[in-house]
């Protein structure tokens, strides 16, 4: 399997059931791992972080893309980052079914993106589903955050610190709790 099949796979949002997606994933994860360790384990301007990133997700990240390491993630290859984005440390990207951020995105500590869900049968339960999380422009996340998988996230909305995001927002909402709801609209 090679990289633009497993992303066009991915968009079907069916299980990740096979060996060969299986030993891509893998091989993927041992690549994305090598990568952030070296980002991870050693002070780097904003701009060698920039470098960094841009091997990571496999394409140059804008430069108006800020990043407080360090930064985690399983895949690497599925993370698309619009302009002015700011991304705090300790932040956790399960990226195999994709996560977007609008321009002017805003990420708090500890936040996690987790874009694959586990298959409720024993019998089944290492296959994993995947679906894309979408945030807006303009979007604040809030420390210690979770956006599941499927999660869409309307512009300038905010999800409030400690917050497990399990259904789209809005735009121009304010939701918090666990799971979240909505606080009010901005």
């Not at 807006?136 to 497990?164: E, F, R």
Request: with cysteine; glycine share 8%; charged share 20%.
């Amino acid at each position: 399997m090679i990289l633009e099949e497993f992303l066009n796979y991915v968009k079907t949002r069916r299980a990740l059931s096979s060996t060969d997606i299986h030993q891509f994933m893998d091989d993927m994860s041992n690549e994305a791992r090598r990568i952030t360790f070296q980002l991870n384990t050693a002070y780097h301007t904003p701009g060698e972080v920039r470098d960094l990133l841009s091997e990571l997700f496999g394409y140059p990240v804008p430069d108006t893309l800020r990043v407080f390491p360090p930064f985690y993630t399983d895949f690497g290859k599925n993370i698309h980052i619009g302009k002015d984005v700011f991304i705090n440390a300790c932040c956790h990207f399960q990226d195999h079914g994709g996560v977007t951020l609008g321009d002017g995105c805003q990420i708090g500590h500890n936040v996690v993106f987790a874009t694959l869900n586990h298959d409720v049968t024993p019998e089944r339960r290492a296959d994993t589903y995947p679906a894309p999380i979408v945030l807006g422009k303009n979007v604040w996340i809030g420390s210690n955050s979770t956006i599941l998988q499927g999660v869409t996230i309307g512009d300038n909305s905010i999800v409030a610190a400690g917050a497990v995001v399990t259904k789209d927002v809005p735009a121009n909402t304010i939701v918090g709790g666990v799971p979240a709801q909505t606080i009010k609209q901005i």
